[in-house]
């Protein structure tokens, strides 16, 4: 029976490291503060303010964003809430975004190297978010068409750094 119970503890224990492992390529930013500032290619403001933490025993990562929650673009605050989790059907990590007008983003995380690929549908385009790593506080985060690895056109280009 003791072994029994030992054999169960340590399945568990390697199935939650291996789901953390899955994540790893958040390892980066989590339990940190990033920030951004920067304009669309139509000339809007972008500024956010990203936590990202580890959350149920790190089987999923947490993402709370503050940034613009209203359409003219002056008032700040909880703007969206992501979910990232690794799927083991499908053998990759899928991502939530919930934002405060009621919209659901959702799609697919990879990574190229140290950088984070995020890979979606808006509307009837693939779109393409990517945290580029430069170093450990700083992140070129670029959105556009991203085809085989290279960038058919970019509707964003700042920085994220870690707040301090």
């Known amino acids: 029976m003791k072994n029994f119970i030992l054999i169960l503890i340590l399945l568990f224990s390697a199935e939650t490291y291996a789901q953390k492992s899955n994540l790893a390529i958040f390892d980066n930013l989590v339990g940190k503060a990033w920030k951004a500032d920067g304009n669309w290619g139509d000339g809007k403001k972008f500024k956010q303010e990203i936590r990202f933490d580890y959350s149920l025993d790190s089987t999923l990562v947490i993402a709370k964003s503050i940034g ?31 934002d405060i007008f009621g919209g659901l983003t959702k799609g697919n995380v990879f990574s190229e190297g140290k950088n984070i690929v995020y890979q979606y549908i808006y509307g009837t385009s693939t779109v393409t978010d990517m945290w580029e790593y430069i170093d450990e506080s700083t992140y070129n985060f670029k959105v556009g068409n991203y085809e085989k690895g290279e960038w058919k056109q970019l509707y964003l280009s700042t920085q994220f750094k870690v707040v301090k």
Request: hydrophobic content about 30%; cysteine-free; charged content about 30%.
């Open 68 to 98: 613009f929650i209203n359409k003219e673009q002056t008032e700040l605050g909880l703007r969206n809430h992501g979910i990232r989790q690794y799927d083991k059907i499908t053998e990759s990590i899928k991502f939530w975004e919930f």
